[in-house]
T-cell receptor, first 112, second 110 residues
Framework: GENVEQHPSTLSVQEGDSAVIKCTYSDSASNYFPWYKQELGKGPQLIIDIRSNVGEKKDQRIAVTLNKTAKHFSLHITETQPEDSAVYFC???????????FGPGTRLSVLP | SQTIHQWPATLVQPVGSPLSLECTVEGTSNPNLYWYRQAAGRGLQLLFYSVGIGQISSEVPQNLSASRPQDRQFILSSKKLLLSDSGFYLCAYLRAHEQYFGPGTRLTVT
């Protein structure tokens, strides 16, 4: 079955710097890769996603890149702000959104 | 617009007691529904998913069960809770290919 790894497990950056979180997946049939942000005590919130037919997608300060050959995808946050502090999860699924396999999460801390 | 509700928000139960967590979705018909468990500081573990009324698939063997008595209602149950059942339980639904989560239930088994 699919296995998703995520690095780093914790990340601290200064406000205004960029943050990068990387995930790798094992199943080449996976074709949909969402990223979720989870604040303390709340459910994860979808922040950006990418399909396998696209190499990069950007939404304001957030971007995701996908390398199908290497089977990895990354989340890039630019000009980080304290409110970006949260746990971020990547996920992979086949059939554009049937069952999802999640990475273990990255705790991002943005220091003022 | 679609919304997803979970209750209760928090629950403290003794070992060996029963459990019933409820999830309801509004604004969509026949959604795929999911139950996840998140242990403290850990990732999301898929427990059950359902593609329709009465259709439940289990991802991991455990003392939990799920039921879908109505199109937009998903219930997670246990007859006898274990200490290891403590965690944050999340319900989710699928819209197109995107998965959306509820606010979660924090379960503490004492």
């Amino acid at each position: 079955g699919e296995n998703v790894e995520q690095h780093p497990s914790t990340l601290s950056v200064q406000e205004g710097d960029s943050a990068v979180i990387k995930c790798t997946y094992s199943d080449s049939a996976s074709n949909y890769f969402p990223w979720y942000k989870q604040e303390l005590g709340k459910g994860p919130q979808l922040i950006i996603d990418i399909r396998s037919n696209v190499g990069e997608k950007k939404d304001q300060r957030i971007a995701v890149t996908l390398n199908k050959t290497a089977k990895h995808f990354s989340l890039h946050i630019t000009e980080t702000q304290p409110e970006d502090s949260a746990v971020y999860f990547c996920a992979a699924s086949k059939n554009y959104g049937q069952n999802f396999v999640f990475g273990p999460g990255t705790r991002l801390s943005v220091l003022p | 617009s679609q919304t997803i509700h979970q209750w209760p928000a928090t629950l403290v139960q003794p070992v060996g007691s029963p459990l019933s967590l409820e999830c309801t979705v509004e604004g969509t018909s026949n959604p795929n529904l999911y139950w996840y468990r998140q242990a403290a500081g850990r990732g999301l573990q898929l427990l059950f998913y359902s593609v329709g009324i009465g259709q439940i698939s289990s991802e991991v063997p455990q003392n939990l069960s799920a039921s879908r008595p109505q199109d937009r209602q998903f219930i997670l149950s246990s007859k006898k809770l274990l200490l290891s059942d403590s965690g944050f339980y999340l319900c989710a639904y699928l819209r197109a290919h995107e998965q959306y989560f509820g606010p979660g239930t924090r379960l503490t088994v004492t």
